[in-house]
């Protein structure tokens, strides 16, 4: 090969070599734009629904504003609280929902506008299905009026649930069958765990809230859209004027609803909590847990489920609490000043738990007659199958004497 052919093969080489690795770079190019076209319309895609969600929420909240500021009648004055006999703010900030700590109105034209559904679990079981029509008929009168409503009642005599109450309109009745139990305390320990069950199988998919009821109640006044939170207790009407250390918590260190009596908030009764679905998953599966962990040792807690509810609350803080006048006793008297709920029975455990011990112990100076006349009334009242004391606790009581 002569030199200028050599010459002329090194040419077309390089001149090869240099349209492979232009080709290359521009094909390197290319995947560059295209790359850069997609990220910019993704990012513009995320952009245009980011804007379109914060204007749809602004709206929302400008639309409730106005219409709070529209139906607010009276200002609101930072200096001028309108209840300045009761605590209406906890140390944790949750606000305790007293009458006259809210607008009616404001309340409900805040809520009304949302299409929220309220599932409400109430529990009739043997004997207790006799209630059932009194709390319906009051719960269409004063419960969550204007809202949709889902009651379900957990019963094991389905036959026995009244079918001619009048439900307005969204408001439903669904039937939860439950096995029959020969105690009524087992109710009590199998209730976490049913109102759980039913939250995962079948109320999540169309609730909102929910809330957990007795069935022995009776609504006199209005509980409504104010009561809603994401964890909601009420306080008991028998122990807000007490010192932490006498409430009645479980305090046997062997249980796990166990308290110390330097610790607690407030003693909140388990005939009526509520909240968002999740949160209310939360705590009755923890306290379902709770449950069967002390059965499984042979414990049960003091108060059944009332005991791991306090215990649950004290350590993952309500939201909201609702003021004694949610849920009062008559034995109790009128010292609340608007009563929206009523036991149905006048004396409730623990009226019962105190007069049972006041009546041993007057019986102490009558001899061995008074403490029949102790016995056959503490056998009257199981008897009865209302909800007072164990035997357990009639030892306790006992004891100190």
């Known amino acids: 090969m002569t030199s200028l052919q050599m010459v002329m093969v090194g040419r077309f080489l390089v001149f090869g070599n240099c349209c492979c690795t232009t080709a290359s770079e521009r094909m390197r190019g290319r995947e560059h734009f295209q790359l850069a076209l997609v990220l910019a319309a993704g990012m513009t895609i995320c952009w245009l629904v980011f804007s379109y969600c914060a204007s ?49 109105q404001v309340i409900d034209e805040a809520f009304m506008s949302q299409n929220l559904t309220i599932a409400t679990t ?29 009651y379900y009642v957990f019963t094991d005599v389905p036959g026995d649930v009244p079918d001619n109450v009048t439900l307005g309109v969204g408001r439903l009745l669904s039937i939860v069958r439950v096995p029959k139990f020969d105690r009524w ?37 209005r509980v409504g859209p104010e009561a809603l939170g994401r964890l909601v207790g009420a306080i008991h009407p028998w122990f807000y004027m007490y010192p932490r250390s006498q409430f009645p918590y479980e305090r046997r260190t062997v249980s796990t609803a166990y308290i110390p009596m330097d610790q607690g908030d407030f003693y909140y009764q388990a005939n009526i909590f509520g909240g968002a679905l999740e949160d209310v998953h939360r705590l009755t599966k923890t306290c379902r847990e709770h449950l069967e962990v002390d059965k499984s040792v042979g ?24 003021s004694p006048e949610y849920v009062w006793d008559d034995a109790k008297g009128q010292d609340a000043k608007e009563i929206k709920l009523r036991d149905v029975y006048s004396c409730r455990h623990d009226v019962q738990r105190i007069q049972v011990a006041n009546q041993f112990k007057c019986s102490l100076d009558k001899g061995s007659f008074g403490k029949v006349v102790f016995l056959v009334v503490v056998l009257e009242v199981i008897s009865e199958g209302k909800r007072v004391i164990s035997w357990r606790e009639v030892n306790l009581l006992i004891k100190p004497f």
Not at 65 to 86: F, G, I, S, Y
Not at 188 to 214: P, V, W
Not at 299 to 322: C, D, F, G, I
Request: aromatic share 10%.
């Open 185 to 221: 305390q087992e109710i009590s320990l199998r209730r976490m765990e049913l109102i759980q069950t039913a939250i995962k199988d079948r109320i999540h998919r169309g609730a909102n809230y929910i809330f957990c009821l007795d069935v022995d109640m009776r609504f006199h006044g």
């Open 56 to 104: 749809v929420s602004l709206t929302q909240v400008n639309r409730q504003v106005v219409l709070n500021h529209r139906l607010q009648r009276k200002q609101a004055k930072l200096m001028e609280p309108v209840r300045t006999d009761v605590l209406t703010v906890t140390p944790w900030l949750a606000p305790i929902v007293w009458e006259g700590t809210f607008d009616p």
């Open 122 to 150: 109430v529990f009739a079981v043997g004997r207790y299905t006799r209630f059932l029509r009194d709390f319906l008929e009051s719960a269409e009168k004063h419960f969550m009026v204007g809202l949709d409503v889902h």
């Open 299 to 322: 414990v049960e807690a003091v108060w059944q489920e009332e005991s791991h509810l306090n215990w649950y609350l004290l350590r993952n803080k309500p939201t909201k609490l609702l």
